[in-house]
């Protein structure tokens, strides 16, 4: 299976939640998507998952469908944007990936076991669609 159908749900609601003394603010976006099943038939049928040595991360990833990149970003883009004040002349720049962790809790790093964040560039945001 290499064509994946992914459409963005036009009734999707987003909010923004402020977090911390800094009201760093959360956007939560639900329902985004019409129907997730292309994206995890895709997952389970052609993606090709592998340790990721490079991030750390305590298991396996792979590489998502571009169509479903393609349209997160249309739709959810503008709407951080306005939230973060993002610049009009940035050039959005995408690393993605499907995650499952695969190590046993008792086997993970301690940077794996508490809060963290994944970069600290300014502008450079870390997303995670739960596929239920």
Request: charged share 20%; aromatic share 8%.
């Amino acid at each position: 299976m290499t064509h994946v159908d992914f459409q963005i749900n036009t009734k999707a609601t987003a909010r923004v939640i402020p977090i911390g003394e800094e009201k760093t603010p959360v956007v939560i976006i639900d329902n985004v998507a019409v129907d997730t099943h292309d994206i995890i038939r895709y997952a389970v049928n052609a993606a090709r998952f592998a340790p990721d040595s490079d991030s750390g991360y305590p298991g396996l990833r792979a590489e998502l469908p571009g169509i479903y990149l393609q349209e997160i970003i249309r739709a959810v883009a503008p709407f951080l944007a306005k939230v973060y004040s993002v610049p009009h002349n940035l050039k959005i720049e995408v690393g993605s990936a499907y995650s499952l962790v695969a190590t046993p809790p008792e086997e993970l790093q301690v940077g794996q076991r508490i809060p963290h964040v994944d970069s600290n560039r300014k502008y450079h945001f870390a997303m995670t669609h739960y596929l239920n």
